[in-house]
């Protein structure tokens, strides 16, 4: 199930003549081809990908009726066999990119698969790697080449997603938790705080105290400051509708959309209906549903979901560690679109959504990488978490990326809906499979490499987490992954420095390293504050100068409520006022930060690659959602 990507202009040639074949064959009938004709002079592209992505013709009905039209003989590789020794003769992207793979050589003679016509430059480099040969070339289809590399490459392609960007460069994977002189200097701060406490317990702890008072107020200052940068833009369109409309399909590029399945069989239908809605040429779309090898359950779930030709199937193969970073990585290699978006199996992108991603590309700078789309909710009404969740995503991606994008800020990405130029994605690594927070490591690793990521004014729509100890699996592994950006990013500080600016870093280290450094304190403190009340003992007064207590005062009382005011904002873009009395219960949902915070540093070190997987399709709003919380009144 895949479709055929534009590498030639072979049957632009003569579109006809392929589909009178294909009605003489008893494949296709007129109206199906005059249907075709008719789509193909308003998007373009090849006739043939057209009816494959209109289900008029089969995949392998369309390729063996391509082979008696170039005039070479069909192969069907689930029949024969490639020979594996003769295929690693090539570079697995060199097959993949020109869409062949040897078969089996014999007598100074060898068989080539090929699912574009053969043409001069590939007989010479055929002959180039092996020698001066005489060719006989078959037919096959794409999806044969595909999953022929797939199995005899598979050790090859595993180690490139997982190791990739290791080999690349070392000091910005996550492979190695801490490097020596991270863990040196770590421990030689612990034992001198130890041993500085022990000598000055007073004013250690006095010290300490400021730090983290200041560094609280620090944080939410630098919050409420990004969010109200973002707030001006809340009436600015990033991409109009009249820009979406203007485009032409006929020149719009083939876009690939990946969407890793790990235990997703409850949602895996939906997804095909989901992924049906969006509004792209089907000729021009390529989505591979990357599936675990050890899942066979999702497997069937998707094959019994009877899949469009546009759909391929991508087994991941098994190995450590089990993450979709690496199974993304997996997908990268086969990506043939010039731009890319990741997309969860449970997500509801608006249709429009890659028309919109296309203009932003166009318009914007050379170097701009990626841009992320907003994420909110489906079932936001469902019970008390699913609320929270929803007000924290309204206010992160409607006012906190914009901010972030207007105050020219990296991003941090989210895991979701993000859009890629595939070359610069490639140039930059990929993801890195270690980190279970991928997205975010990938947004400030592209500012590290001055590529710029900005956003778009669309929405995907997801389940949002309605169940406590799944919730705190999820958040839990979202702090672990910024931990480790963090850990990964400042190896080499001179070096960020240089490379990224002064204004990068203060937003890495504000946004990244202060997220969780701010979840970690969050619950001594209150732990604090709370024992002072119910005993009134005034055993800390020693602890608290006027100065620090008035710091502590203003995070307890304004820090809190300008973040209390921060998620009351969130309702109003989206209308969501129903919601706007659970605002006020943000220090609770902060607590819960906190215990999934110490869970996270705990496995930073104990099983700092483990990928704490989401249960999704538990939502009693699954099969019958509202897109949106019901809005009381008119927006402003």
């Given at each position: 199930m895949t479709t055929i990507t534009d590498t030639t202009n072979t049957e632009n040639a003569k579109p006809v003549l392929i589909g009178e074949l294909l009605i003489e064959k008893g494949f296709l009938t007129p109206d199906g081809l005059a249907k075709a004709l008719e789509l193909q002079a308003l998007i373009g592209g090849r006739i043939g990908s057209i009816l494959v992505s209109l289900g008029l013709v089969k995949r392998q009905q369309l390729y063996s009726t391509l082979a008696d039209l170039w005039g070479y003989p069909f192969i069907d590789l689930m029949i024969v066999h490639p020979d594996p020794a003769l295929a690693k003769k090539f570079d697995s992207e060199i097959l993949i990119a020109l869409n062949f793979i040897p078969v089996a050589e014999h007598d100074g003679a060898v068989d080539i698969a090929a699912a574009e016509k053969p043409t001069e430059t590939l007989t010479t480099l055929i002959r180039g790697t092996l020698g001066p040969v005489q060719i006989q070339y078959f037919v096959t289809t794409e999806w044969d080449v595909s999953r022929v590399i797939r199995d005899i490459f598979k050790t090859q392609l595993l180690d490139r997603a997982v190791n990739g960007l290791y080999y690349r460069n070392p000091l910005e994977?996550?492979?190695?938790?801490?490097?020596?002189?991270?863990?040196?200097?770590?421990?030689?701060?612990?034992?001198?705080?130890?041993?500085?406490?022990?000598?000055?317990?007073?004013?250690?702890?006095?010290?300490?105290?400021?730090?983290?008072?200041?560094?609280?107020?620090?944080?939410?200052?630098?919050?409420?400051?990004?969010?109200?940068?973002?707030?001006?833009?809340?009436?600015?369109?990033?991409?109009?509708?009249?820009?979406?409309?203007?485009?032409?399909?006929?020149?719009?590029?083939?876009?690939?959309?990946?969407?890793?399945?790990?235990?997703?069989?409850?949602?895996?239908?939906?997804?095909?209906?989901?992924?049906?809605?969006?509004?792209?040429?089907?000729?021009?779309?390529?989505?591979?549903?990357?599936?675990?090898?050890?899942?066979?359950?999702?497997?069937?779930?998707?094959?019994?979901?009877?899949?469009?030709?546009?759909?391929?199937?991508?087994?991941?193969?098994?190995?450590?560690?089990?993450?979709?970073?690496?199974?993304?990585?997996?997908?990268?290699?086969?990506?043939?679109?010039?731009?890319?978006?990741?997309?969860?199996?449970?997500?509801?992108?608006?249709?429009?959504?890659?028309?919109?991603?296309?203009?932003?590309?166009?318009?914007?700078?050379?170097?701009?990488?990626?841009?992320?789309?907003a994420l909110n909710y489906f079932n936001a009404n469902e019970n008390f978490l699913t609320r929270m969740f929803t007000l924290e995503y309204s206010y992160w991606f409607d006012y906190m990326l914009s901010g972030l994008d207007q105050l020219h800020f990296p991003i941090p990405l989210g895991g979701t809906s993000n859009h890629f130029r595939t070359d610069m994605l490639r140039k930059l690594g990929g993801w890195d499979p270690f980190n279970v927070t991928e997205d975010a490591d990938l947004g400030i690793r592209a500012a590290a490499n001055k590529y710029i990521v900005g956003v778009i004014n669309s929405t995907t729509y997801e389940e949002a987490n309605n169940h406590g100890p799944n919730w705190i699996r999820q958040r839990s592994r979202w702090i672990k992954g910024y931990m480790?950006?963090?850990?990964?990013?400042?190896?080499?500080?001179?070096?960020?420095?240089?490379?990224?600016?002064?204004?990068?870093?203060?937003?890495?280290?504000?946004?990244?390293?202060?997220?969780?450094?701010?979840?970690?304190?969050?619950?001594?403190?209150?732990?604090?504050?709370?024992?002072?009340?119910?005993?009134?003992?005034?055993?800390?007064?020693?602890?608290?100068?006027?100065?620090?207590?008035?710091?502590?005062?203003?995070?307890?009382?304004?820090?809190?409520?300008?973040?209390?005011?921060?998620?009351?904002?969130?309702?109003?873009?989206?209308?969501?006022?129903?919601?706007?009395?659970?605002?006020?219960?943000?220090?609770?949902?902060?607590?819960?930060?906190?215990?999934?915070?110490?869970?996270?540093?705990?496995?930073?070190?104990?099983?700092?690659?483990?990928?704490?997987?989401?249960?999704?399709?538990i939502s009693r709003q699954l099969t019958h959602p509202s897109p949106t919380p019901e809005p009381t009144q008119p927006g402003p």
């Open positions: 994977s996550a492979y190695t938790v801490m490097t020596r002189w991270q863990f040196i200097t770590l421990g030689f701060v612990l034992l001198l705080s130890f041993a500085i406490l022990i000598f000055f317990p007073r004013p250690t702890l006095i010290a300490l105290n400021l730090v983290i008072n200041l560094g609280f107020t620090a944080s939410i200052l630098f919050k409420f400051a990004t969010a109200m940068a973002g707030a001006r833009t809340e009436r600015i369109e990033a991409v109009t509708a009249e820009e979406v409309e203007a485009l032409n399909d006929a020149d719009l590029p083939v876009y690939s959309i990946l969407v890793p399945c790990f235990k997703e069989a409850n949602v895996v239908g939906l997804l095909m209906k989901n992924l049906g809605a969006i509004d792209y040429p089907t000729s021009k779309l390529q989505i591979l549903l990357l599936l675990e090898e050890n899942d066979q359950e999702t497997q069937d779930a998707a094959r019994a979901a009877h899949p469009p030709e546009t759909v391929t199937f991508i087994v991941i193969p098994a190995g450590m560690p089990q993450t979709k970073p690496k199974a993304c990585n997996v997908g990268l290699f086969f990506a043939k679109g010039e731009y890319l978006v990741i997309y969860d199996a449970e997500d509801r992108p608006e249709a429009d959504q890659l028309k919109k991603a296309v203009v932003a590309f166009r318009k914007g700078a050379e170097n701009l990488i990626c841009v992320q789309a480790q950006t963090v850990l990964v990013h400042l190896r080499d500080p001179i070096k960020l420095v240089r490379e990224a600016g002064f204004r990068n870093i203060f937003g890495f280290i504000m946004l990244i390293a202060g997220t969780p450094i701010t979840f970690l304190c969050v619950l001594p403190l209150w732990g604090l504050y709370l024992f002072w009340l119910i005993t009134r003992t005034h055993a800390f007064d020693s602890l608290f100068p006027p100065a620090i207590l008035y710091i502590g005062l203003f995070n307890l009382i304004i820090g809190n409520i300008l973040m209390i005011y921060l998620n009351m904002l969130a309702v109003f873009k989206r209308r969501y006022y129903s919601l706007i009395l659970f605002a006020m219960l943000n220090p609770f949902y902060w607590l819960m930060h906190s215990v999934a915070s110490y869970k996270a540093l705990w496995q930073l070190f104990t099983k700092p690659f483990f990928w704490e997987k989401t249960t999704h399709g």
